[in-house]
């Protein structure tokens, strides 16, 4: 298997599809440093699981990406503990809404230093590493970066920077390093949330598959972006059954 072995950060690793990426590598054969910010006890289940399913042993290590040292201590957590690295996912995310007229400063910080500066400067702290190993990134986008979502401006436009970033890291950082993005539609529905853009089964029908994805999807798409596309870098895989077709 051509990912055994390999050794793959994730952020927001310990839930929902941050999990799902962790549990496809590591059915791979990937080692990996899974990043969380507060959920530790689901980071703690997550790697007792794979533990036990696939005999890897995760590094867990805790940050906020709000702190501009995070990147750093992540970087040097991981390489500290397994001495190289093959693979960054930039998964970790905010999704809190922002209507227009009450937008302040701090929304747009909070969604800026996740969306943006966290993966710019972990990419930056990872590509010594993943030059030595042919390594490639992939950051997590979403649909509504091409498609804003009304009330969630902070969150829609800095998930189109991060397809902005992920097209310049790709010129940057090639030809040693491939870069490229996942775009996903509904495959989760938001926690303690309604669908801001309509009612759940309004999505479904407004989507050529008239269903909703699964993480695992998500999962599927990120495991080939970094393992079995050498020839594709700079690249925004949608990942929605249809929904942009609409």
Known sequence: M???GKVVLITGAARRVGAAIAR??????CQLALHYKRSAAD???LAQELRARHGTEPL????DLADPETPAHLMDAAIGHFGCLDGLVNNASLYSPAPFG????GDWAAMEAVHLRAPLFLTQAAAPHLRKTGGAVVNIGDIHAEIP???YLPYSVTKAG???LTRALAKELGPEIRVNSV???VVLWAEDKDPPDGDQQGLIQRNALKRVGSPEDIAGAIAYLLFDAPYVTGHNLVVDGGRMLY
């Open 2 to 4: 051509k990912a055994t």
């Open 24 to 29: 496809q590598l590591a059915a791979e054969g």
């Open 43 to 45: 980071a703690e289940a």
């Open 60 to 63: 867990l290590i805790a940050g």
């Open 102 to 105: 009450e937008i302040t400063p």
């Open 149 to 151: 979502l009304r009330g």
């Open 162 to 164: 991060l397809l902005a």
């Open 183 to 185: 775009s996903p539609g």
